[in-house]
């Protein structure tokens, strides 16, 4: 089901290839919660995996120095010979949040929430550090990620955060996994983040929980440095939107937690029944002979 030789080969280490059921099971998961997601309200979208630096800095992501985590695209192509400030995105929360850079929302009663979810490849230039804790699928300098992004007034933040926390409370009940829910600490939360809800989900590997989702509200932090407003006609309120995003499936992880929670005596794994449709009716992974 994966492959971490053959990816050594071709791109270096940290990096892991889904084949056989392990690929089947990243499109069934991806194409069952963007099903869940739509159903839910929001607008679904595969993002493009590249995007412009002043969008991650607008996002509270540092794409420049030596600390950075973000690759940097050279590209000395005509389109591209004025812009070098282009990065692999290290998640689809970039796009999302980019998408709406330089709205002005006129009738925000009516235009929000708005509400996206974002399939897209997420790069990453730190993966951790050698040892058990990052070995195998669980840090990786690549992989896939389903994203929920949330533009919406700010006296509706407070809400919508819990609404995120609950969708993915929810993704993690219907794939059969153990989970608990942190409320971070002030001093764990990112520059964006005023409030930040981490889900983790028992790994017998790493002998506890590990973290699969994070949701988080940015207030106004992301919407002031790209620009996001709105102005409401009836109570002459005006400002800048507030942004949330969450987690929604990050695809090697929640693979990683199915294949331990889920397997069987003879080694064989229960595939989730949410998903087993995608599988033609088969309800279980078996080992190879």
């Known amino acids: 089901m994966v492959d971490f030789s053959s990816p050594v080969k071709t791109s270096g280490p940290k990096f892991a290839a889904l084949c056989n059921d392990g690929a089947l099971l990243e499109l ?9 997601l ?3 309200g929001f607008r679904t979208m595969l993002t493009p995996d590249i995007a412009h630096t002043a969008v991650l800095e607008g996002c509270g992501f540092s794409p420049r120095g030596d600390s950075s985590h973000v690759y940097r695209v050279a590209n000395n192509s005509d389109e591209h010979h004025r812009s070098q400030d282009l990065c692999l995105v290290g998640t689809s929360e970039i796009i999302l949040a980019g998408s ?29 550090s050698a040892g058990a ?23 509706d933040s407070p ?15 219907e794939l059969g996994l153990h989970w608990r829910t942190i409320d971070m600490f002030p ?24 973290e699969v989702a994070s949701i988080s509200n ?14 409401d006609p009836s109570s002459g309120a005006r400002g800048f939107v507030h942004t949330l995003n969450g987690t929604a499936i ?22 989730p029944t949410c998903l087993q449709h995608f599988f033609h009716g088969r309800t279980r992974f078996t080992p190879p002979q």
Not at 218 to 231: H, K, N, P
Not at 253 to 262: D, Y
């Open 218 to 231: 940015c207030t106004d932090f992301q919407a002031r440095r790209l620009d996001i407003r709105y102005a």
């Open 187 to 210: 001093h764990e939360l990112g520059n964006p983040a005023a409030r930040k809800f981490d889900v983790q989900v028992f790994m017998p590997s790493r002998g506890g929980f590990g």
């Open 159 to 173: 809400a919508e955060l819990d609404r995120l926390r609950s969708i993915q409370e929810r993704i993690c009940d």
């Open 28 to 36: 069934a998961l991806t194409q069952w919660v963007l099903g869940l």
């Open 133 to 155: 804790a990052t070995r195998g699928l669980y840090r990786l300098h690549q992989f896939s990620k389903v994203e929920m992004f949330t533009f919406c007034e700010p006296e």
């Open 38 to 40: 739509a159903g839910e």
């Open 250 to 271: 990050a695809v090697p992880r929640i693979v990683l937690a199915i294949l331990e929670t889920h397997q069987q005596v003879d080694g064989s794994v229960l595939i």
């Open 100 to 128: 709406q850079a330089g709205t002005y929302y006129k009738n925000p009663k009516a235009e929000l929430p708005l509400r996206l979810a974002g399939f897209g490849h997420c790069f990453r230039a730190e993966a951790g």
